[in-house]
């Protein structure tokens, strides 16, 4: 049934239908190009999770990608793009049963991975930011940055438990 | 509360204790940034209203919460702490108790597992 809905397209959204991958699994490729506003993330959040929830991912593993899903976009319109709604962030989501892999990209200025404080230290605790990275990376399986801070691309198996700790 | 009539879009309810003001959220996510801003706005109004402030926030409902719902609890926090209020955490479920180990906040908020002993956990 998901392969015969119509494409809503607007505002920048595109959705792209299912190729049957190698091993017979359909994967659902979805790719958006959004302005940087909180509403148009938040409704393509909604789309990439009922794709998630669609492609039977278990309850942790939906938490998990949802965590970082928010923290991402938040990071890459507030902290990437400033809030300029001229600037775009790119979106993709590759979702089978058993993985996501999602690519965001923004047209910020970049950022040094390793410049970002620890927010866990005794002087951090009590900022009020500085903590969507910590959790990106505890929750996602695989986090990547690229371009200078632009990209991230990030994986999430499919599977029951707790979050690894890396 | 006042005129004891529920507004059904609000963010969160509010029930009195004696002078806790007990808070529950009504939406399952505390997620995206408009939804955080209006619950941050109606706690900040709670902390003003009371002196000195003295919050209970139910978690009961929430099953996920974002960094920048951490910040605005962090902000609540500092807040009351600067009225000499208290504030305690409950009924938080394991996925979410989690995000705040991970973060280290529960070394922060003090939380309680369920509302009597949050409850009774609140200095006179």
């Given at each position: 049934m998901g392969m015969a809905r119509s494409n809503p397209r607007g505002r920048g959204e595109r959705r792209r239908t299912p190729a049957p991958n190698p091993t017979g699994q359909v994967k659902h490729k979805l790719r958006f190009a959004i302005g940087s506003d909180f509403a148009t993330s938040c409704r393509i959040q909604k789309q990439i999770m009922d794709e998630v929830i669609r492609q039977g991912f278990t309850g942790p593993s939906i938490f998990a990608v949802r965590l970082a899903l928010e923290e991402a976009l938040a990071n890459a319109i507030k902290h990437?793009?400033?809030?300029?709604?001229?600037?775009?962030?790119?979106?993709?989501?590759?979702?089978?049963?058993?993985?996501?892999?999602i690519v965001i990209e923004d047209e910020g200025g970049g950022f040094e991975?390793?410049?970002?404080?620890?927010?866990t230290t005794r002087a951090n605790l009590e900022k009020t930011g500085g903590r969507g990275i910590l959790l990106i990376e505890t929750y996602m399986d695989k986090v990547r940055w690229s371009r200078g801070g632009r990209r991230l691309e990030m994986i999430r198996r499919n599977a029951d438990g707790p979050p690894l700790r890396g | 509360m006042g005129n004891g009539m529920a507004d059904m879009t609000s963010p969160v309810s509010v029930t009195s204790?004696?002078?806790?003001?007990?808070?529950?959220?009504?939406?399952?996510?505390?997620?995206?940034?408009?939804?955080?801003?209006?619950?941050?706005?109606?706690?900040?109004?709670?902390?003003?209203?009371?002196?000195?402030?003295?919050?209970?926030?139910?978690?009961?409902?929430?099953d996920h919460l974002s960094s920048a719902a951490l910040g605005m609890l962090i902000n609540l926090n500092n807040k009351i702490k600067?009225?000499?209020?208290?504030?305690?955490?409950?009924?938080?479920?394991?996925?979410?108790?989690?995000?705040?180990?991970?973060?280290?906040?529960?070394?922060l908020f003090r939380i309680k597992p369920d509302r009597a002993e949050a409850l009774s956990s609140f200095e006179h």
């Open positions: 990437g793009n400033r809030l300029d709604r001229g600037k775009k962030v790119r979106v993709e989501a590759e979702v089978t049963p058993r993985q996501i892999r991975r390793s410049s970002v404080p620890d927010p | 204790q004696q002078d806790i003001r007990i808070v529950e959220f009504t939406n399952n996510k505390i997620l995206d940034e408009a939804n955080i801003a209006e619950i941050g706005q109606t706690l900040m109004a709670l902390v003003e209203e009371n002196n000195p402030p003295r919050l209970l926030l139910d978690f009961a409902n929430v600067q009225k000499d209020g208290q504030l305690r955490l409950t009924n938080i479920k394991q996925q979410i108790y989690e995000v705040f180990v991970i973060t280290k906040l529960d070394r």
